[in-house]
């Protein structure tokens, strides 16, 4: 007993600083959800009729806005307020829990390591081989695996996913950790947090931007997954072809992208971020483009390098980049608005991808990339007139369908000789 005591009292430090860790941990995830609270107030609503549907949520008791207010406030350019949004935080990581901890993700290899690191350091160092035979280690495992996610994904992150592509929460999960993984997020939100100069405000927007990142790269592995998702497989399929890209990706994009990813690197340099790191943020919102890049290299067993050029010139080059910054502004505050933005935003990544492995597949190895694309547009009759379709539909007010006709078009491109 005395033996005990005293290690119980040597880990008093090192609990405190762990909750306090997770205090803050969760107060930066409603800083956060503050930032975006009109933007996906609708997705806010869609989740709490969720939660409600199962039997886990009872806004009356919790004194959240019934669905009639809720469209009142979205009307009004508004959404919920930051007590509300703690509690339906708390919820979503009440109900995620319940259904990670039905599922096999609690017994994947990939977090194990949350159990043992879940416990101070005097433990692990003196009880780490007991401590997988935990009776509570699923539910110490789950709770860790939640905390994480939402706090890091936000709070309809998992709804949204699941609405858009079906996959259920093992996979969304899954699949969000091996984004961080093969994007090294943890590495950019921790030079983040040791930036002195860089003022509230931008920290919530950059860490915003990396979670957006995040979530596109994980729809992307969500969308192309036959199967359980092995995150160590899918790591080690783009780690290493992103971790060589993305430090280039600035210099890669062309066009409008390409302008504004300069223009955002300066404007966070000035905020007080370091080249290196202005520069990752401002690629963010194009970074999960890399992963189609990587996937086509593989694909023809090419060089990553010149499948980017080729692959971002050719968005340039045929106007896909106009589709895309349209279908980025289209409404999503209704849940089928949603719905046929991801899916619009999925199709045509997918088409670029193919164009891109089109291009490649008939051109000269030696040529330089522009030469590349110049060819191949010059040697296929209708893709001209199919760019000046494009070009006229972004020419106006982007809506679903006029990013339909856009996209058919693109598709259009595709064997088109």
């Known amino acids: 007993k005395a033996g005990r005591d005293e290690l119980l009292a040597s880990m008093t430090g090192e609990v405190a600083q762990l909750v306090l860790a997770h205090n803050f941990d969760q107060n930066l995830a409603l800083a956060n959800s503050m930032y975006r609270r009109v933007t996906l107030a609708g997705q806010h609503e869609a989740w709490m009729r969720t939660l409600e549907a199962e039997g886990l949520l009872d806004r009356g008791l919790e004194y959240l806005p019934s669905s009639e207010e809720m469209s009142s406030r979205i009307a009004a350019g508004e959404g919920l307020t930051r007590p509300e949004l703690a509690v339906l935080l708390s919820y979503t990581k009440i109900a995620l829990s319940r259904w990670v901890l039905a599922s096999d993700l609690p017994d994947d290899r990939y977090l194990a390591d949350r159990l043992v690191q879940y416990f101070p350091q005097p433990l692990r160092e003196q009880f780490a081989d007991a401590m997988r035979g935990h009776r509570l280690a699923r539910q110490i495992i789950t709770t860790v695996a939640v905390n994480r996610f939402v706090n890091s994904q936000g709070i309809t992150a998992y709804h949204r996913l699941s609405t858009e592509t079906g996959a259920g929460v093992a996979d969304i999960v899954r699949a969000q950790l091996a984004s961080r993984a093969i994007f090294a997020v943890g590495l950019d939100e921790v030079r983040l947090r040791r930036q002195p100069d860089i003022s509230a405000a931008d920290a919530t927007e950059l860490r915003v931007t990396l979670r957006r990142m995040v979530e ?183 809506d679903v369908a006029r990013m339909n006709v856009g996209l058919s078009q693109v598709r259009g491109m595709l064997g088109s000789s």
């Open 216 to 398: 596109r790269a994980t729809r992307w592995l969500l969308r192309r997954q036959r199967g359980p998702l092995d995150v160590a497989a899918a790591v080690a399929a783009y780690g290493p072809g992103i971790a060589t890209l993305r430090p280039e990706l600035d210099a890669l994009l062309t066009g409008e992208p390409g302008r504004d990813a300069a223009q955002a690197a300066s404007r966070w340099q000035e905020a007080g971020l370091s080249a290196e790191l202005a520069g990752n943020m401002a690629t963010a919102g194009e970074a999960h483009t890399l992963l189609s890049v990587v996937q086509v290299a593989q694909r023809l067993h090419l060089d990553p390098r010149r499948v980017a050029e080729v692959h971002y010139r050719v968005a340039d080059a045929l106007a896909i980049d106009l589709l895309d910054a349209g279908v980025d502004v289209l409404p999503r505050q209704v849940r089928w608005d949603a719905m046929a933005r991801a899916a619009l935003r999925d199709e045509l990544l997918a088409a670029h991808a193919d164009l891109t492995a089109e291009v490649l597949g008939s051109a000269d190895p030696t040529a330089a990339p522009a030469d590349v694309v110049a060819t191949w547009i010059a040697a296929e009759p209708t893709v001209a007139s199919r760019i000046a379709t494009i070009t006229q539909l972004a020419d106006g007010t982007p």
